[in-house]
């Protein structure tokens, strides 16, 4: 079984700051890239930052600089540090991983955490 757990999420004002993490637990073979999405009620959900076990990273367009996604690979863990939040950055954020497990690989997801941004 595996299991990806948000946290970090919370309400923060436009231009601040918020970090969001995420851990998988459970067992595989293999852990491979790891991503942050995010959506709002009526759209689809939409990438923000991946980052594969080696560290390269990509970002969406609207990041704009603002985001920065890391790994922890002991932990199992993904983070993203948003700084000078807009309140169009206002989503649930879920994150995912690539896992190997009993010779089939598949994305797993976290339930999300809320970000809230107030103007």
């Known amino acids: 079984q595996v299991q990806l757990v948000e946290s970090g999420g919370g309400l923060a004002q436009a231009g601040g700051s918020l970090r969001l993490s995420c851990a998988a637990s459970?067992?595989?073979?293999?852990?491979?890239?790891m991503r942050w999405y995010r959506q709002v009620p009526g759209k689809e959900r939409e990438l923000v930052a991946g980052i594969t076990r080696s560290g390269t990273t990509d970002y969406a367009g609207f990041v704009e600089d603002r985001f920065t996604v890391s790994r922890d690979n002991e932990r199992n863990a993904i983070y993203l540090q948003m700084m000078r939040l807009k309140p169009e950055d206002t989503a649930v954020y879920y994150c995912?991983?690539?896992?190997?497990?009993?010779?089939?690989?598949?994305?797993?997801w976290g339930q999300g955490t809320q970000v809230t941004v107030s103007s």
């Open positions: 995912a991983a690539s896992i190997l497990r009993q010779g089939i690989a598949r994305e797993y």
């Open positions: 459970g067992t595989w073979s293999y852990i491979g890239a």
